[in-house]
């Protein structure tokens, strides 16, 4: 119920990630001019600290699309976004992710278990 320019401000400001989501220990803003972005950010997972590298091209209150050139380990590629939508009683957003996964490190991190 809240409003577009609210939802992507939270999604936006990932500088306070760390005050709002607690499996976000750090962030370390590299570059932003308002429309790029690029950071370094940790996350804390049951096999530990994900440390990845994000680069995110913003259109102010519309739109915020992402890629990591350094995604965790056990994922090849990762990539999406989030679409901000005004509508009567506030806003609607939609988002994606894409992603290859590395199999070989999966498996070492996420091994099956027995059945």
Known sequence: SCSAETAFGAIYEMEKWP????????IETLY????????LM??????????????????????ITFFQ??????????SGGWL???????????TWHDWNLNHEKAAE??????S
């Open 69 to 78: 050139p350094n995604p965790p380990v056990f994922l090849k590629h990762h």
């Open 84 to 94: 901000f939508e005004k509508h009567e009683n506030g806003c609607k957003v939609k």
């Open 19 to 26: 005050e709002h989501l607690p499996h976000v220990e750090r």
């Open 109 to 114: 991190l996420f091994p099956a278990e027995d």
């Open 42 to 63: 940790d996350v804390l997972s049951d096999t530990g600290l994900i440390k990845v590298r994000s680069v995110r091209r913003c259109k102010p209150h519309k739109m």
């Open 32 to 39: 932003n001019d308002g429309i790029y972005q690029e950071f």
